[in-house]
């Protein structure tokens, strides 16, 4: 029998199975093909950018290990990868990039002097191939930020520096909503903190919200960017202090109205951002996810499907907050082919929200409405065993894209022909 249509058969057996529950495997499919994931380019090259070549961005905590080789070294080269890793995984999808990825023609340009001029490549690029483009300035490796400290840092000078770089980033993300006809999200991350036991907690975050508020004090049209602050619990170098916290920018946030990004690798290991999805989104209208796969502390390992990846996804469709929320991934994994780190990442995330999307939540939240936390067990268990695989499968037969292990032949056949020739 042909593959495909074993995948067809085996498709329309888990269609019933789901039907019997009230679960419509095909408006499943249709809403899938709606959410546009939005992928990390620092993936494809260990961080390293595009404003000096051969560079790695350190500080704050950030560091991709590993020796793997064949990782992009131009502009050109980190878009080719790019269009590999999406034409892998099933739907459009958006590209995330940071300010250190300009295109400068090999002249440097500091972070307070960057236009849209050096990304309308990468704007040009996204044209047709991508569902959109996200951006993050680059406030970390950099002589300004040695000390550990940007946006609320005690020099004038330099936090006006880091403040002309965060203006500038959000008229370049401005930009890119406006061309591409979608928002961008521009998210804030500074690695503002100290190593040891400060003595003064407070100043610096007085600075910070000062510092922020001039960053955001143009007005800017929310149908083009979209503002985002993202906290963090510890980094290295921060281990004892760090100035934008959880609850600042929570605040921040809510006084402000921006997004707030939660990072799942950015809080205490006993802590997960599945369960703060819903409580965010009582006060602030929408949220950006960065979802990462921390290991000890935050080390950003490749998304993989496991327990927290499903919980974040059955917290999207169960409270009905994927018109609300924006999904994006980070991490950086040096150690393996990194295409193939885009590709599972990326897939693990759409198989997880997949199989939110084929729960019986109507079912569920009834059954915990009327009291029935017996049937509420036995029926939020009994799904985990319901064969979303092959639902998956059929997806990715749909849209054209590699079913099961298929991609894993084109990743190594390119690595052959493309990244072993670097």
Known sequence: MPKDKQIEQAYELARQRYAELGVDAQVAMRILQTIAISIHCWQGDDLGGLERPGAVLTGGGIQATGNYPGKARTID???????????????????????????????FVDRDQITVKHFQPWIDWAKGRLAGLDFNPTFFSHPKALDGFTLSHPDKAIRQFWIEHGRASRRIAAEIGRQLGSPCVNNVWVPDGYKDTPADRLAPRRRLIESLDQVFAEKADTKYVLDSVEPKLFGIGSESYVVGSHEFYMGYAVSRGKLLCLDSGHFHPTEVISDKISSVLCFLDRILLHVSRPVRWDSDHVVALDDELFAIARELVRGDFLHRVHIGLDFFDASINRIAAWVIGARNMLKALLAAMLEPTSMIQNMEAKGDLTGRLALMEETKSLPFGPVWDYYCLSKNAPVAMAWLDEVRSYEQEVLNKR
């Open 77 to 107: 080269e980190l878009q080719g990868d790019i269009e590999k890793a999406v034409s892998l995984i099933p739907g459009k999808h958006r590209l995330n990039l940071h300010a250190s990825y300009l295109d400068n023609a090999d002249k």
